[in-house]
Nanobody, 123 residues
Framework: QVQLVQSGGGSVQAGGSLTLSCAAS????????MAWFRQAPGKERPWVAR????????YYNPFVTGRFTIRLDKAKSTLYLQMNNLKPDDTAMYYC????????????????WGQGTQVTVSS
């Protein structure tokens, strides 16, 4: 059974940087995909970035393109989200997720979730 444990996050001023980590245990194979989603209070949970583990193909939501980078350290079974030039609109709870199959932009397609980590960006 794959489990995801998140770390990182916190508070930063606009323009700053943060890195989120998502450690996977229980064995993810090349057939898995992983993704980052975020959710602000009272809002939906859009995808932020996603990756197919086998090919390491990456995809970014346009609202983070050029600012965020999704990266996988296979040796550590850890997924990262490097966030640069953060904006107040990036304030949200961030979640990593995993599924067997190609990376999907739809949250309901993922059946394995991390516990979430808060990112707060002040102006």
């Amino acid at each position: 059974q794959v489990q995801l444990v998140q770390s990182g996050g916190g508070s930063v001023q606009a323009g700053g940087s943060l890195t989120l980590s998502c450690a996977a245990s229980g064995g993810t194979s090349s057939s898995y995909s992983m993704a980052w989603f975020r959710q602000a209070p009272g809002k939906e949970r859009p995808w932020v970035a996603r990756m197919n583990i086998g090919t390491e193909a990456t995809y970014y939501n346009p609202f983070v393109t050029g600012r965020f980078t999704i990266r996988l350290d296979k040796a550590k079974s850890t997924l990262y989200l490097q966030m640069n030039n953060l904006k107040p609109d990036d304030t949200a709870m961030y979640y990593c997720a995993a599924r067997q199959g190609v990376a999907s932009a739809t949250a309901t397609m993922y059946n394995i979730w991390g516990q979430g980590t808060q990112v707060t960006v002040s102006s």
